[in-house]
T-cell receptor, first 114, second 113 residues
Framework: DTEVTQTPKHLVMGMTNKKSLKCEQHMGHRAMYWYKQKAKKPPELMFV???????INESVPSRFSPECPNSSLLNLHLHALQPEDSALYLC?????????????FGPGTRLTVT | GESVGLHLPTLSVQEGDNSIINCAYSNSASDYFIWYKQESGKGPQFIIDIRSNMDKRQGQRVTVLLNKTVKHLSLQIAATQPGDSAVYFCAENGVDSSYKLIFGSGTRLLVRP
């Protein structure tokens, strides 16, 4: 299984809502990532988890809260978002062995904040 | 600072022709480079990678060339097909963290039938 899955595919939420994005991989990867991608732009790194511990937070606003319940799951909790947070949110994972930096991406969650 | 850039934001090619997508990088300390393909509505998909101890690497219909002297990376696609239409991103490993990939701005490849 070389797949990263993400749910939901689409999400529309109001600025006062609380929602969560979910990501799952069963490749035994010990690093997992959240990216934000705006239209016609490259992915921007938000968070990195390594061995289920938060390793990198790229100065992301606290209205985004990541969680890594176990080595296969990664969540992104959303609260009090702004319309400018509308974007494609991508999850990725990577192995930390063999010197490979390849990251495997999921299909993304298209988020619209109204 | 670190940066990875592309010379052409959009490339239009005739089906069957070869495509060349270029990328410039600024950090001479980068030792790993990767190309991703992103189709509309999908996540980036790995195409090919190359380490800095190599100049060329070939895959199925794709070749990546690395010129460390001028800090230039290119992706060549042979016999371009309609299914190759997508946005292509190059990326390099971040030297301050092995977890980071520094992405270029992307090139859209359009294949004319």
């Amino acid at each position: 299984d070389t797949e990263v899955t993400q749910t939901p595919k689409h999400l529309v939420m109001g600025m006062t809502n609380k929602k969560s994005l979910k990501c799952e991989q069963h490749m035994g990867h010990r690093a997992m990532y959240w990216y934000k991608q705006k239209a016609k732009k490259p992915p921007e790194l938000m968070f990195v988890y390594s061995y289920e511990k938060l390793s990198i937070n790229e100065s992301v606003p606290s209205r985004f809260s990541p969680e890594c319940p176990n080595s296969s799951l990664l969540n992104l909790h959303l609260h009090a978002l702004q319309p400018e947070d509308s974007a494609l949110y991508l999850c990725a994972s990577s192995t930390r062995t063999g010197g490979s930096y390849e990251q495997y991406f999921g299909p993304g969650t298209r988020l619209t904040v109204t | 600072g670190e940066s990875v850039g592309l010379h052409l934001p959009t490339l239009s090619v005739q089906e069957g022709d070869n495509s060349i997508i270029n990328c410039a990088y600024s950090n001479s300390a980068s030792d790993y480079f990767i190309w991703y393909k992103q189709e509309s509505g999908k996540g980036p998909q790995f195409i090919i990678d190359i380490r800095s101890n190599m100049d060329k690497r070939q895959g199925q219909r794709v070749t990546v060339l690395l010129n460390k002297t001028v800090k230039h990376l290119s992706l060549q696609i042979a016999a371009t097909q309609p299914g190759d239409s997508a946005v292509y991103f190059c990326a390099e490993n971040g030297v301050d963290s092995s977890y980071k990939l520094i992405f270029g701005s992307g090139t859209r490849l359009l294949v004319r039938p």
